[in-house]
């Protein structure tokens, strides 16, 4: 029953820090068609920023500073590097992204170091929020999940009540009819870009304080954020939250639990059989809990590439 | 045509005269740049050829260093006779093998879904690799020892080196040959249009199978290579960093062309090798590189080449000779400023510097470009200011001098009509 809990409480707060990462990369490429590799070296940068920043001044400030300036680095990348290959299609794109992750995590390692540099929560938000089963669970791990529930609702209000949600939609969905309309529609892919710039930035800089912050925690949040968005559907703010909650529920069930193949196989009467065979079958599903992800996106990408809630393609 | 045939041969006569000359870390050197352009032009024909692009070959070069490494460890028990010569021969067999199961799959899907059906299944492979003790030797991965074969005993560094050398050169040459094959011009009509492939009766999703396994195999053959090679493998030859960097080598050096990928793949790993020793920011270089070539030369090192040689008759260029100087001397500048700006933090920012800083409480002077800087004296300031800020200045100016040359000479050149519908169509890619 603890382990039950704990597990699900966990879970949930790992997938909604998924989602704040993955909402933007969701965003810009429904809007852009852009796979944006150099999505996850967002997070990283808002968490490297506001390291320096609550250094300098304080922490509150490092949260709100730190993803202004990783929007004004994602819009100067739209500005002048993606639109600048734009005609040459969407796989330069991609693969100028990609090249943008290397220079990043070199620049990272260049100015702070290749190691984890201690970038802390303040005091005051250490505490105990309540107890479960005899231990103390943290605030800080719920007040990510707040930062990431309120962001979900700021977007989706804005997306959905507001004029400004009406432009980007249309812009999205008929970019042509929307700049037949007098719409600046570049001016629009510029602001989505940074604003899931952004976002990313912030998840990093309210996540860095809790999970350590080094110069691979972009390549390793990376692929993650790839898989939920890919398992989400391309495009959908609402495809990315389930399948973000989903993984990180996933994931911190896995760690915990040691069932394998074989021992499904002993419910039918083969587990000696299974336990022969050695190799996978046996292997237990706290070691292989970051192959799962994989198997997962690629049997959505198989069977529906649209993703649980992306629109037929 | 002539003249690339003499090229080639006599490039291959210096990798085979040179090598007995040099050290065995240029040796060593040599070996990944071959394994290394071998790999990128196996690659190349999926994605240039193919106009596939994966994001996961790491996979089919991992699974021919494995099978070899496991195959060695059989001849090196006495469990089965294999020559030594002809290990990647079974790398190539199970590479195809799995090429062809995983090309079924990813195949079903184009674009960005085709690329991320086959960074999910290298990723697969890479997180599942360390806890596969059997198959993979976990963590620390596998070993074996290269046997004697065929009067060779593969002690030293240039045996494997001459090995490595025929085994690349005849892959890159079935490759090439590939390429003039009617099934190599389909493979190209399949980028181009693969819709109108359908509509002329053939099979395109049997096609695409076909050229991804045929790919997986030469990456196999890689793969193999560098077992033999290392004489070791572990998972991290599924790691995104390999499938990441036949993806530079390749269009570093112009994915459009054939020889583009190798020129990519030698050219920066002989950078590699050399840089690395001086700097640990030898990837940001080479992560620059990248971004430039893709920002202003999307055909790759390769791509300039090509259309050099093409307009070679109708370019003035007499007149291009001053503007080409003034570009390479601007680009000098501007690197040279780069290198310095990132050499220096390098070295301030380092670990050491600190605990130096906070034993004598002085900021003492550093080298680089074999000279001394003093970290606050204005100079060390502004120089790479003096340097960047002309060089720019003079690159833009030097940049939209040739263009006007090049647009210029088009403008005149009527003849060569067909030229233009070419450039457009690649230009699509």
């Avoid at chain 1, 590799?37 to 609550?54: E, Q, R």
């Avoid at chain 1, 007040?143 to 004029?163: E, H, K, Q, S």
């Avoid at chain 2, 009766?201 to 290579?225: E, R």
Wanted: charged fraction near 10%; include cysteine.
């Amino acid at each position: 029953m603890e382990f039950l809990i704990v597990s699900t409480l966990n879970g949930v707060i790992y997938g909604m820090l998924l989602f704040m990462v993955s909402a933007g990369l969701t965003l810009i490429f429904g809007m852009m068609g852009v796979l944006n590799f150099a999505h996850a070296s967002f997070y990283m940068l808002g968490a490297y920023f506001a390291y320096t920043l609550s250094g300098l001044f304080n922490f509150w400030v490092g949260l709100i500073v730190a993803p202004l300036l990783v929007a004004i680095i994602g819009m100067f990348i739209e500005r002048y590097m993606l639109r600048r290959v734009h005609a040459h299609g969407h796989a330069h794109e991609l693969l100028l992204t990609f090249g943008l992750v290397f220079i990043f995590e070199e620049l990272i390692k260049l100015f702070y170091g290749d190691f984890p540099v201690n970038y802390q929560r303040p005091d005051y938000l250490n505490f105990a929020i309540f107890n479960l089963f005899g231990t103390d669970y943290p605030f800080y791990r719920v007040f990510i999940g707040l930062v990431a529930l309120l962001m979900f609702i700021v977007l989706f209000v804005l997306l959905t009540r507001t004029r400004v949600g009406m432009v980007v939609r249309a812009a999205e969905r008929l970019p042509d009819t929307a700049r037949a309309l007098g719409h600046n529609v570049p001016m629009v892919f510029l602001g989505v870009f940074g604003a899931g710039a952004a976002l990313a930035g912030l998840s990093g800089a309210v996540a860095g304080a809790f999970f350590p912050t080094n110069p691979n925690m972009a390549l390793e949040l990376g692929v993650i954020v790839f898989v939920v968005v890919v398992v989400g559907g391309l495009g959908s703010l609402a495809g990315s939250l389930i399948a973000s909650l989903l993984i990180g529920v996933f994931s911190s069930f896995a760690v915990g639990l040691d069932w394998s193949l074989a021992s499904l196989f002993s419910l039918i009467g083969l587990g000696d059989w299974a336990n022969s065979l050695g190799g996978l079958v046996t292997m237990p599903l706290s070691s292989i809990s970051a192959t799962v992800p994989f198997l997962l996106m690629l049997i959505v990408l198989l069977v529906r590439p649209a993703g649980l809630m992306g629109s037929k393609n | 045509m002539r003249y690339a045939l003499i090229a080639i041969l006599a490039l291959l006569a210096l990798l085979i005269i040179a090598p007995p000359l040099l050290g065995t870390g240029w040796q060593y050197a040599l070996i990944n740049a071959l394994i290394a352009a071998l790999f990128a032009a196996a690659f190349n024909l999926l994605v240039g050829q193919g106009g596939m692009l994966s994001f996961g070959h790491a996979a089919y070069f991992g699974v021919g260093a494995f099978t070899v490494i496991h195959l060695m460890q059989s001849v090196e028990y006495g469990d089965i006779p294999f020559p030594t010569v002809l290990l990647p021969l079974a790398g190539a067999a199970v590479s195809l093998l799995c090429g062809a199961l995983a090309g079924f799959f990813a195949t079903m899907r184009s674009g960005v879904y085709f690329a991320l059906v086959t960074l999910a299944l290298a990723e697969l492979l890479h997180s599942l690799a360390p806890h596969w003790d059997e198959m993979f030797g976990g963590e620390a991965g596998l070993s074996s020892m290269r046997m004697p074969s065929l009067g060779f005993t593969f002690g030293s560094t240039l045996e494997v080196y001459y090995l490595t050398l025929s085994w690349v050169v005849i892959c890159i040459g079935l490759l090439y040959a590939y390429t003039r094959t009617p099934f190599g011009r389909l493979t190209l009509a399949l980028r181009d249009n693969e819709q109108r492939i359908r509509f002329m009766g053939f099979n395109a999703h049997g096609t695409k199978i076909v050229v991804f396994a045929i790919s997986a195999m030469f990456s196999g053959v890689a793969g193999s290579l560098m077992a033999i090679s290392n004489e070791t493998a572990n998972y991290s030859v599924f790691s995104t960093q390999v499938s990441a960097l036949v993806v530079l080598h390749t269009f570093v050096g112009g994915s459009t062309i054939f020889f583009g990928p190798i020129v990519g793949a030698c050219v920066l790993s002989l950078f590699t090798f050399v840089v690395s020793g001086v700097t640990h920011s030898w990837m940001l270089y080479q992560g620059i590189i990248f971004v430039l070539v893709m920002l202003f030369a999307p055909k790759g090192i390769g791509g300039v080449i090509q259309a050099h040689i093409e307009q070679r008759h109708a370019l003035p260029w007499k007149r291009l000779a001053a503007p080409y100087a003034l570009a390479t001397l601007a680009g000098l500048m501007v690197a040279c400023a780069t290198v310095f700006v990132v050499q220096s933090l390098e070295i301030v920012l380092s670990r050491e510097y600190a605990a130096a800083v906070a034993r004598t409480g002085e900021y003492a002077p550093y080298t680089v470009f074999a000279r001394e800087w003093q970290v606050f004296h204005p100079f060390t300031w502004l120089f790479p200011v003096l340097l960047l800020v002309p060089g720019l200045y003079l690159l833009r100016r030097a940049f939209a001098r040739i263009q006007t040359l090049w647009d210029k000479d088009d403008d005149d050149d009527n003849g060569d009509i067909a030229a233009a519908p070419r450039e457009l169509m690649e230009g699509g890619h």
